[in-house]
Nanobody, 123 residues
Framework: QVQLVESGGGSVPAGGSLRLSCTASGRTFSSYGMSWFRQAPGKTREFVAAITGSGGVKYYADSVKGRFTTARDNAKNTVYLQMNTLKPEDTAVYSC????????????????WGQGTQVTVSS
């Protein structure tokens, strides 16, 4: 089990950038696939991005491909989500999630969740 804490959310105008961080407790961080999800008001939670334990493979939702980048620093037990060219439709609560072993884009496969951080993009 890992405990996850996100940071880096905020409010930006359209076209702006933000970087989210998710720091995990524990000594086995590299054994977890990490994912990012988001949930906008009145909508279901959706997958955003994922990265393998080694950081060698990354996967993105079509809606963010080319604009968002995920990376991890296993020495710091931290995964990042760099969000560029933000759009108003990116406004949501963003959460990181951990899954022991292979990452998954399904929210139902995750083992641990962070508390979420709000991202608001104004037009």
């Amino acid at each position: 089990q890992v405990q996850l804490v996100e940071s880096g959310g905020g409010s930006v105008p359209a076209g702006g950038s933000l970087r989210l961080s998710c720091t995990a407790s524990g000594r086995t961080f590299s054994s977890y696939g990490m994912s990012w999800f988001r949930q906008a008001p009145g909508k279901t939670r959706e997958f955003v991005a994922a990265i393998t334990g080694s950081g060698g493979v990354k996967y993105y939702a079509d809606s963010v491909k080319g604009r968002f980048t995920t990376a991890r620093d296993n020495a710091k037990n931290t995964v990042y989500l760099q969000m560029n060219t933000l759009k108003p439709e990116d406004t949501a609560v963003y959460s990181c999630a951990a899954r022991r072993g292979r990452y998954s884009s399904s929210q139902y496969d995750q083992d641990n969740w962070g508390q979420g951080t709000q991202v608001t993009v104004s037009s």
